[in-house]
């Protein structure tokens, strides 16, 4: 046992139980305390994985800052603890993080055991780019708030990943389709790992016509926006002459046009000269 503890992050198997590895069955089974959301369904996970009965306290939304000062009096007596969610990686769209950040605070040891996580999950099979993606959890519940976080990421490049409730996926995906545009791609993929699980795949709008069961929670992937085409002459012309039009003479013109058309400052004085007529 070393003079201090450590705090362990262990991810647990999202559905299908085959999916725990070995190392977060021999973490579970060594430490002296096992934080989690609930201790009732973590029992019932040890249970089904084999794991003999361990001391569990209660980490959630609503104790967990609380429930920090004890963990780390714990690490302090130089034990070890386990911090595991329901299902998947702590910390991730679940309860973890301040105690995380208080036991690195406190300075003590945080050792991540990686598993599974329903983001790279649904990442791994959906078809759609995954060199850059952006996870934003669940997307507001209110119509409004909704449409303006949808709003603020319309022009992202990179796949954008969501935490969908079933109840929700319908209202979800018919307000993703009118802010992002119906002919973007998309994929739902739900009940990950689990007997019925599923990609639907297709674009916005067919995912509105028919977004399938409505069973177990969902994670729902949209494509990054598209590259926009270069500017053609005649754009770049129009544009031109509409900067000369707005008062720009000289060297601000080249730049206001560079601007508003994202050509280089070189290529935009040239353009500007040519609208005016000039070599």
Do not use: W
């Not at 996926?169 to 599923?198: M, N, Q």
């Amino acid at each position: 046992m070393a003079e201090r503890g450590r705090l362990h992050v262990v991810a647990v198997p999202i559905g299908n139980l085959e999916d725990v590895t070995l190392r977060a069955l021999r973490v579970v089974r060594e430490v002296d305390l096992v934080a989690c959301e609930d201790t009732r369904r973590t029992g019932q996970l040890f249970d089904l994985l084999g794991v003999p009965s361990r001391p569990l306290v209660a980490v959630h939304d609503h104790n967990e800052r609380a429930r920090a000062e004890r963990i780390v009096a714990v690490l302090a007596e130089g034990k070890d603890v386990a911090l595991v969610s329901d299902a998947g990686t702590p910390t991730i769209n679940d309860p973890g993080y301040a105690l995380v950040r208080a036991v690195v605070d406190a300075g003590f040891e945080v050792v991540s055991v990686p598993g599974p996580c329903a983001v790279i999950t649904a990442l791994a099979g959906a078809g759609l780019p995954t060199d850059r993606f952006r996870f934003l959890g669940f997307p507001p519940a209110k119509v409004e708030a909704r449409r303006q976080a949808f709003e603020e990421v319309a022009g992202a490049r990179e796949t954008l990943v969501y935490y969908v409730a079933p109840h929700d996926l319908v209202d979800t995906l018919e307000a993703a389709s009118t802010v992002f545009g119906g002919d973007r791609p998309a994929v739902v993929a739900r009940e990950l790992t689990k007997k019925f699980e599923e990609f639907r795949r297709g674009t916005l709008a067919s995912l509105v016509a028919e977004p399938g069961v409505v069973r177990g929670e969902v994670v729902l992937l949209v494509g990054g926006a598209p590259e926009e085409a270069p500017p053609t002459a005649d754009d770049l012309d129009a544009a031109a002459r509409a900067v000369i039009a707005d008062g720009f003479t000289g060297a601000r013109a080249a730049k206001e046009l560079a601007r508003r058309t994202g050509i280089s400052r070189e290529e935009a004085y040239r353009v500007v000269l040519a609208a005016r007529g000039e070599r």
